[in-house]
């Protein structure tokens, strides 16, 4: 089926009108080189690599192509066809993003060039001008405000364990340790593994099958019998595709699904709070209704969702790294809405799109905060309990 009913939704059919980038013109393409009918070239590659994955077009389907699936398959064997030793270099960058130990070292480093003065050096010299550069440097001062360093933990009590990922500590450290309270507050303590592993999700998405499956059946391996809950809803999402680890849930719905023995009795905070909906989790786990229940628990939060809400904000794993110019247009569409609206705070459950929105809102010169769902949470739980979190607890 090539209806074209998907084409509009397409964030980034939206900003070119060209039809190789939109779902039907990918399809086709691929269908072409597949079938011999066209050769793979530099403008098509282009135009394939131009995906976001945000797979907004098959929530509109009514066909239900699976498209993201078909893109991964077409990705992977593009990337089988290319020579070791192009393949090879990424495979092993990619690796090193997806280790935990690396990544957390990158938070360590992100939270001292932040703190050190060695961020304002580099803007003073203008720096953060120079391309990619640029690009690095945002992203690591949007690193630094987020990351926190995360210790294994295996309390005797505890039933539920904590996916973790390779970006835990890195991009979430804050939202892990409001994990941490809230739910030792509710009465059920978590497990951290010694060793936490990746979801694979970042290396199936840039067409290394083989490996991301290895990533994600050594999480299966870790978790095996347990129930599981994340707060990156990518690696929810890609850790639900194993048949073991299908009930993982993302925390916010974990939290509102379960009958708890003791009420989440909250504190007020009076501020407005906008909900930007990552594509993982509007479009792979059923959406954020779960984010909006759990955050209206909080007295007098006038909550709202992001205008723009269906449209990716550009991050899209390393998307923003490999195609900038798309990502920081996308990313514009959601500062401006931010410009207008002028919240006090945006949650979001990915990791990647918090850095990115956090990265954009400083460069815009915005005073919003950018955090987890659940950091809100265990903030305003009573002082004795909030204070464990190691986090601010605002008033009302």
């Known amino acids: 089926m090539k209806c074209g009913y998907c084409l509009p939704h397409c964030p980034t059919y ?74 090879r270099p990424l495979c092993l960058a990619l690796g090193l993003l997806s280790n935990a130990r690396v990544t957390s070292w990158l938070g ?21 001008r120079l391309g990619k550069l640029a690009i690095y440097h945002r992203l690591t001062v949007a690193m630094g405000a987020l990351s926190r360093g995360v210790a294994a933990r295996e309390p005797e009590a505890a039933r539920l364990d904590l996916f973790v990922g390779c970006m835990g500590s890195s991009a979430q450290g804050g939202a892990i340790a409001a994990v941490i309270a809230v739910c030792e507050h509710l009465g059920m303590p978590v497990r951290i593994a010694p060793e936490p592993s990746c979801c694979g999700a970042l290396m199936r998405h ?43 849930q993302e925390i916010c719905a974990f939290i509102e699904q379960c009958n708890w023995r ?15 909906e990552p594509c993982s989790h509007r479009n792979l786990l059923g959406g954020a209704s779960a984010v909006y229940a ?44 931010l410009a207008q609206a002028r919240p006090d705070i945006v949650v979001t459950t990915n990791p990647g799109c918090a850095l990115h929105l956090a990265s954009g809102i400083r460069e815009a010169g915005l005073s919003i905060e950018v955090c987890h769902p659940i950091e ?21």
């Not at 009514?62 to 030793?85: E, F, H, I, N, Q």
């Not at 003791?262 to 930007?276: A, D, K, Y």
């Not at 739980?381 to 601010?392: C, E, H, I, V």
């Open 14 to 87: 939206r900003k070119t009108r060209n039809e190789a980038d939109s779902p039907r013109g990918r399809i086709a393409l691929i269908q072409g080189w597949l079938t011999g009918a066209l050769v793979m070239s530099p403008v098509m590659a282009q135009h394939l690599d131009g995906c976001l994955t945000c797979r907004t077009c098959e929530t509109v389907c009514p066909s239900l192509v699976a498209y993201g699936r078909l893109a991964d398959v077409a990705k992977a064997r593009r990337v089988a066809a290319t020579s070791p030793w192009r393949r």
């Open 262 to 276: 003791r009420t989440l009795e909250l504190r007020p905070l009076v501020r407005r709070i906008l909900v930007h």
């Open 294 to 337: 759990l955050l209206s628990k909080i007295p007098g939060a006038l909550l709202a969702p992001l205008p723009g809400n269906d449209q990716c904000c550009g991050a899209a794993g390393i998307y923003l790294l490999q195609q900038p110019a798309m990502a920081k247009t996308l990313l514009d569409d959601k500062l401006d809405a």
């Open 108 to 128: 360590w480093f992100a939270r001292h060039y932040r703190r050190s003065g060695l961020a304002q050096l580099a803007e003073r010299l203008r720096i953060d």
């Open 376 to 396: 809100l949470i265990a903030r305003q739980l009573p002082k004795s309990d909030s204070a464990n979190t190691g986090q601010p607890t605002p008033s009302a």
């Open 206 to 248: 840039t067409g290394f099958a083989q490996e991301a499956d290895t990533y994600r059946e050594a999480s299966a391996r870790l978790h095996v019998g347990r129930p599981l809950v994340g707060v990156s809803s990518a690696c929810v999402a890609e850790l639900k595709d194993h048949p073991t680890l299908c009930d993982t």
